[in-house]
């Protein structure tokens, strides 16, 4: 009796078994389709900023920004004091594996930032005059937006420059030492860098309507009146469980920007919630993902949305909100939580084109 036939067969089933095995342990629990593919139906870009994980030997957290992202920046190696951590020396290494890996896998790059208060070290210790804080400021947007001229498709020009009491620009060494002007003066070497790429000014608790977002408004219609090369506005949302704003005044608020003429991304989404979290907490925080992705869509204005981290494994609130945590929607161990869901439902449930 010849039963090489079995044998091959049985062969066959064990390898289609191993696949079917591989493919549900590839794929997000209960669904086919990832954010990334949902994304690209719309035209929008879904990402994360990409921390010092990176380099590290987790092979699931590339595998994860490659299958959920299509768009990502960089949590910190983008920044003044680490591309250039002394005066016109630039480490360029940790910056240029991001954007190769971005280019590699079909990915939009978000640049953040180039002109910030915090994390610029030897810069904000400079005493010098205006035109030497200028030509500081000039060398280093030429040098940073110029290297990846072409390659990146948003950039947050300036980072954070309104104040959140009662005056109208944070107190800035950039301020101080140049002037008001030096937010202008940023978005033009920016422009003059990298023609192509938008430019943002980007800001936290300015997501919905009230006097922070009534500053952000009037300085950026300011810089349209001055016919200053400003593309968008990045909302950072940084939001605190139990605080999040009404989806309508989210809304409203981009409606406004948009009618300048401006673009609107939301740059570093997370929700944090007091640990431990619970169920209840992680399904509204479902609940929150999932209206601010709706608001994103019915907006044409806006077109990336990008959380502050890929997984809660390495996000930044534990170190800076003691007791909090839980913010992202996949959590320590990859898997999608409620914030995932979220986003995919409102993903799926837009059906109109955007395209
Ligand atoms: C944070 C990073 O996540 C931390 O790793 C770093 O130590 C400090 O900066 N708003 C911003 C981001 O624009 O650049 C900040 O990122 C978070 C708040």
């Not at 929008?44 to 920004?65: C, M, N, Q």
Request: charged content about 25%; proline content about 3%; hydrophobic content about 40%.
């Amino acid at each position: 009796m010849n039963l090489r036939p079995v044998k091959k067969c049985t062969r066959c089933l064990r390898l289609a078994v191993l696949f079917l095995f591989f493919l549900i342990m590839t794929v997000p629990a209960g669904n086919t389709q990832t954010l990334r593919q949902l994304a690209d139906r719309h035209g929008i870009f879904y990402g994360a900023a990409v921390g010092s994980a990176f380099w590290g030997a987790d092979s699931l957290y590339k595998e994860t920004l490659k299958r959920e992202c299509n768009i990502i920046v960089a949590e910190n190696v983008m920044k003044f004091g680490l591309i250039e951590p002394r005066q016109n020396q630039f480490n360029w290494t940790r910056a240029d594996d991001l954007v190769s890996f971005a280019l590699k896998n079909n990915m939009k790059i978000r640049g953040h930032n180039l002109v910030w208060h915090s994390q610029s070290e030897w810069a904000s210790k400079v005493n010098g005059s205006r035109d030497e804080l200028i030509a500081i400021m000039r060398n280093h947007i030429l040098a940073v937006a110029g290297r990846y001229k072409g390659k990146i498709y948003e950039w947050d020009v300036v980072n954070e420059a309104i104040d959140d009491g009662n005056g109208f620009l944070r107190d800035t060494f950039w301020k101080q030492r140049i002037g008001d002007d030096y937010i202008d003066l940023a978005f033009r070497f920016a422009h003059e860098a990298d023609p192509e790429a938008l430019l943002f000014y980007n800001d936290y608790s300015g997501e919905d309507m009230g006097a922070k977002s009534d500053k952000i408004y009037k300085l950026v219609s300011g810089m349209k009146q001055r016919g200053i090369p400003i593309h968008g506005v990045g909302l950072q949302c940084h939001f605190t469980f139990g605080k999040f704003p009404k989806a309508e005044d989210i809304d409203k608020n981009i409606k406004r920007l948009a009618a300048l003429g401006l673009n609107v991304s939301v740059t570093e989404l997370d929700i944090r919630m007091q640990l431990p979290a619970d169920s209840a907490k992680l399904d509204e925080q479902g609940r929150e993902y999932q209206a601010l992705m709706t608001v994103l869509l019915n907006n044409p204005a806006c077109k990336s949305f990008l959380t502050w981290g890929i997984t809660d494994k390495y996000s930044w609130i534990p170190q800076f909100f003691k007791g909090y945590g839980a913010g992202l929607p996949i959590d320590e161990k990859y898997q999608p939580k409620p914030g995932y869901a979220g986003l995919k439902t409102a993903l799926q449930e837009k059906t109109q084109d955007r395209k």
